[in-house]
């Protein structure tokens, strides 16, 4: 069974703050993705990475970085937080070709 | 990029009957369209997905259909029970024309199931 973990569940920052979210696969998968979700949005790419050290930037990347140094985990930085950076994270991650498998989410609070 | 839409947003229908929601998108290259379930408080799942080369899809209640010509595909859920009631998104994306199948998502409808 594909499991996707996520560092927490529930974050509370304050503006201003770096922030690390973390994700690991243990299925050996190439692709790995950030979202993050929004009422009335749906799921909006941040960025992803289709190897180690290789990331591609999504439909929302402003304010964001990544970084993937091993091939399992896959790190979601927020460099200096922001009240509009509020809102659920979800980490997922899929081989080339197959369904995307979704970990359980990070709510994140913006102070 | 790609552009999907989802409509309907929110729909409610009664125990037994049917369910249609409807996507639309505009990049003809996209070749895989998923449908993924999420339950309250939940991670989104995959329910089924259809690839371009097949123009419908069943599986027990729920069946998909693909319509590449018109660029849009809709997920059919029949007799409908309380436990179908979550959000649904719809996705799309050009495999091989990344290195990632990055997919593209509908802005959800939220289904509920009035028993």
């Known amino acids: 069974d594909v499991k996707v973990t996520q560092s927490s569940r529930y974050l509370v920052k304050r503006t201003g703050e770096k922030v690390f979210l973390e994700c690991v696969q243990d299925?050996?998968?190439?692709?790995m993705f950030w979202y993050r979700q929004d009422p009335g949005l749906g799921l909006r790419l941040i960025y992803f990475s289709y190897d180690v050290k290789m990331k591609e930037k999504g439909d929302i990347p402003e304010g964001y970085s990544v970084s993937r140094e091993k091939k399992e985990r896959f790190s979601l930085i927020l460099e200096s937080a922001s009240t509009n950076q509020t809102s659920m994270y979800l980490c997922?991650?899929?081989?080339?070709?197959?369904?995307?498998?979704f970990g359980p989410g990070t709510r994140l609070t913006v102070l | 990029g790609e552009n999907v839409e989802q409509h309907p947003s929110t729909l409610s229908v009664q125990e037994g009957d049917s369910a249609v929601i409807k996507c639309t998108y505009s990049d003809s290259a996209s070749n895989y369209f998923p449908w993924y379930k999420q339950e309250l408080g939940k991670r989104p799942q995959l329910i089924i997905d259809i690839r371009s080369n097949v123009g419908e899809k069943k599986d027990q209640r729920i069946a998909v259909t693909l319509n590449k010509t018109a660029k849009h595909f809709s997920l059919h859920i029949t007799e409908t029970q309380p436990e179908d009631s979550a959000v649904y998104f719809c996705a799309a994306t050009p495999f091989g024309a990344t290195g990632a199948n990055n997919l593209f998502f509908g802005t959800g409808t939220r289904l509920t199931v009035i028993p």
């Open positions: 299925m050996d998968h190439e692709n």
């Open positions: 997922a991650s899929s081989t080339l070709s197959d369904e995307q498998f």
